[in-house]
C-alpha cells in the first residue's frame, strides 16, 4: 500500500510537472503573438462613427505613434484621431487596448475643436484577425448611449478630418 502511494506521488509530480511546462509554454506563445501584433498593427484607420438612432455619420481617422507590449496578453497602442461632423472637426487623444484575443477598448480624451463631443465612456469591440478592420461599440458610462464605430486600416493617415485624405 505505502508502495503505491509513493508511486502515486510519482505520478502525479510529473503530471504537475507537464502542466506547469504546458502553462508556460501557452504563456510563451501568448507572448510571441502580442509582439506580432505590436508589429503588424497598422499605424492608421480610416471609418465612420454613428450614433444608435441617428442619420449624422462622423468621419473618423485615427493614427498610432507608438504600440507596445503591456504583458504576454495585452498590448497598447496610444496616438490621436480627428472626428468631422457636418465641417467641424474635433482633435482627440487615443488609447487603444487589444488582448491577444484581439479585443480592443478604445479611449478618447482631450477633444479639441468647436462641436460638442463625448469622451465619458469608450468603444469595445474587435479587430479582425487580418488586422485591417475594427468593428466596435461606443458607451458613454453615465447615459447608457451608443454607437458603432467601423474602421478600416490605411496605408497612412494624419490627424486630419477623413474628408481631406
Not at 61 to 80: M, P
Not at 100 to 119: R, W
Request: charged share 20%; net charge neutral; proline share 2%.
Amino acid at each position: 500500500m505505502h508502495a503505491s502511494k509513493v508511486m502515486g506521488l510519482g505520478v502525479l509530480g510529473s503530471r504537475l510537472g507537464l502542466i506547469i511546462a504546458s502553462l508556460f509554454l501557452a504563456s510563451a506563445v501568448r507572448a510571441t503573438e502580442i509582439e506580432s501584433l505590436t508589429d503588424k498593427l497598422p499605424r492608421a484607420f480610416i471609418g465612420e462613427f454613428i450614433w444608435d438612432g441617428d442619420k449624422i455619420v462622423q468621419n473618423v481617422v485615427i493614427t498610432f505613434e507608438a504600440v507596445r507590449a503591456l504583458s504576454g496578453q495585452d498590448a497598447e497602442a496610444v496616438g490621436c484621431g480627428a472626428y468631422e461632423v457636418n465641417r467641424k472637426i474635433t482633435m482627440i487623444k487615443v488609447r487603444m487596448l487589444v488582448t491577444s484575443d484581439l479585443q480592443v477598448e478604445i479611449l478618447e480624451q482631450s477633444p479639441e475643436g468647436s462641436a460638442p463631443f463625448e469622451t465619458e465612456g469608450s468603444h469595445r469591440g474587435n479587430l479582425s484577425k487580418d488586422l485591417q478592420r475594427i468593428d466596435a461599440q461606443w458607451t458613454t458610462r453615465a447615459t447608457g448611449q451608443r454607437g458603432q464605430l467601423h474602421l478600416r486600416a490605411a496605408t497612412s493617415a494624419v490627424c486630419a478630418p477623413a474628408a481631406s485624405l
